[in-house]
């Protein structure tokens, strides 16, 4: 397996590492490690693993999962502590850089499927939606982005909202 496969099933499945949006932060520590910063405002929560971030909404009590940013252009400043322990023994090495045209072969060829999302308030990004899972992938149009050209991918949104 390798990164490819981690993004194309995170944007096919909405979920990661078999964890699903709507479960609580003690399922994300078990899947994805101790190593994160949570930052808590009120009735939400965002853990910060470095390339996975998650948003949680307290709801009757309870902290939920509501989405989950793959935050891929952060690898461009370097892998080390960036990729959870759990994902480099699922997914082998990550690399800094994604294309998107590799991805999106990938996609294809596991069935799933990207339409462009007209966006203007995006500038210097394209973004697409898997038509399944509704997950959104962010595109570089416009250099520069943290050192990234056109074509490489910047970040891949899995969305509770989008499920429902």
């Known amino acids: 397996m390798s990164d490819i496969d981690f993004y194309v099933t995170a944007a096919t499945r909405n979920e990661v590492l078999g964890v699903p949006l709507g479960t609580p932060p003690e399922t994300w520590e078990e899947a994805l490690g101790d190593d994160f910063l949570d930052d808590v ?22 902290w939920e999962s509501v989405s989950v940013s793959l935050q891929i252009h ?17 997914y082998g090495m990550f690399s800094e850089r994604v294309e998107f045209d590799h991805f999106c072969t990938e996609l294809q060829a596991r069935g799933g499927a990207l339409e462009e999302v ?13 038509s399944a899972a509704q997950s959104s992938v962010y595109v570089v149009k416009e250099p520069p982005h943290n050192g990234l050209k ?6 891949i949104v899995l969305s509770r909202a989008s499920q429902e």
């Not at 952060?74 to 699922?90: C, D, N, Y």
């Not at 007209?118 to 898997?130: M, N, P, Q, Y």
């Not at 056109?150 to 970040?155: K, M």
Request: positive net charge.
């Open 41 to 62: 405002q009120k009735s939400r929560m965002r853990r910060d693993y470095g390339l996975v971030e998650i948003s949680f909404t307290k709801r009757n009590g309870v």
């Open 74 to 90: 952060r690898l461009a400043h370097g892998l080390e502590g960036m990729v959870p322990p759990p994902l480099t023994r699922a």
């Open 150 to 155: 056109a074509g490489t991918l910047w970040s």
């Open 118 to 130: 007209a966006d203007a308030s995006i500038g210097g990004f394209c973004h697409f939606r898997e």
